[in-house]
Every structure is written in structure tokens, then in C-alpha cells.
């Protein structure tokens, strides 16, 4: 099943993900990135990039946090891809240690 960036990657926009991408499944707007669904191999190569914990397996998602899988289809479809590593968004390292601090 195809993995899918959630709620924490939303006003981080850290990239480390995108470069370890065999098939470039990565799309990005100006706060956050999304994966193509229909591109994604199911690797997992990003999972332990990503500093927010933001991408996880369709899968494994919890009931409520099931949305995502929509939202990266659509993003996904209407949004460049992102294939190098980009600078984060101010303020990403500060959200990133209150995210370490809640796991």
C-alpha cells in the first residue's frame, strides 16, 4: 500500500524524503509536501528521512487520520513534483522539536 505525509509535515516542508524517491513521488506546495499514490512503490526509503515522523503507510493510519490518503491523491495530482532537497519553512526546526516532544 502506498505511504502518505500527514498533518506534521504541514508547516515544515522538510525535504530529506524527496531525495531517497527511486520514482519521484513527491509534490510540494508552498507548506508542506504530498505523494502520488499512483507513483509510490511502497519502499518506505522516506520514512525514517522525514524529522516530523509526517509519512507513515496507508495502512497504518488510524481511522481518523484516514483523510490523508485523500488529500495526498488530490494534492498530489494538481501540484509540481519535488525531486531535490529544498529549504524548510521558517519555524520547522521549532515545530520539529515540539513533535519529538510529544513522542
Excluded at 500500500?1 to 508547516?11: D, F, H, K, Q, S
Excluded at 515522523?53 to 497504518?60: Q, R, T, V
Aim: charged share 25%; net charge negative; with cysteine.
Amino acid at each position: 500500500m502506498p505511504y502518505v505525509v500527514t498533518e506534521n509535515c504541514a508547516g515544515c516542508r522538510f525535504t530529506d524524503c524527496v531525495t531517497v524517491c527511486p520514482v519521484a513521488c513527491f509534490h510540494g506546495d508552498d507548506d508542506r509536501v504530498y505523494i502520488d499514490p499512483g507513483a509510490c512503490i511502497d519502499c518506505g526509503a522516506c520514512v525514517p528521512l522525514c524529522p516530523v515522523k509526517a509519512i507513515s503507510e496507508d495502512l497504518d493510519l488510524s481511522d481518523d487520520r484516514l483523510i490523508w490518503v485523500d488529500i495526498n491523491a488530490e494534492k498530489a495530482l494538481a501540484l509540481p513534483v519535488v525531486r531535490v532537497k529544498q529549504a524548510p519553512l521558517p519555524g520547522a526546526e521549532a515545530r520539529r522539536d515540539s513533535i519529538a516532544g510529544r513522542a
